[in-house]
């Protein structure tokens, strides 16, 4: 299980993310909250795969984690709820961005968010603090 502790009203850096497998913990002087980022994020044989091997999954969970939330959080990414063409639409605006990320991750990536964050799932339930950094943002 991962577990991140987040802040209570969040003050959050991405460093908290970097590293998926990892627990950091992120404490200020406000009351702290638990995030499971393996329910979030589900790569178990039981969970939403796709085409995706539970290995595939962590993979591009990782690059999730490690290149988006270089530019901000993983907030509206998890509550966009998107249809495949409107993630295919979103991504084609972001590849540019992540010049680092080789074709097949790219592609990897653009899997993993189809297959688990599109209109036929529920929205991951996050923290209040956590919820209140995707207000506002573009869907």
Known sequence: MISVRFPKPAVL????????????????????????????F?????????EQTPEQCL?????LLNSCTACHT???IVKAQKS???????LSVHRSRVPDLTDEQFEALRAF???HFNETLP??????????????LPA
């Open 84 to 90: 495949e063409e409107a993630w295919n639409s979103t």
């Open 59 to 63: 993979e591009s969970r990782s690059v």
């Open 42 to 50: 589900n790569c178990s044989t039981d969970g939403p795969l796709g």
């Open 74 to 76: 993983f907030v509206p």
């Open 123 to 136: 929205p991951p339930v996050l923290p209040p603090a956590l919820e209140a950094l995707g207000a506002g």
């Open 13 to 40: 850096a991405t460093a908290i993310l970097l590293g998926a497998g990892t627990t950091v913990p992120v404490m200020t002087n406000s009351q702290a909250q638990d995030l499971d980022l393996d329910v979030i």
């Open 113 to 115: 968010l189809i297959t």
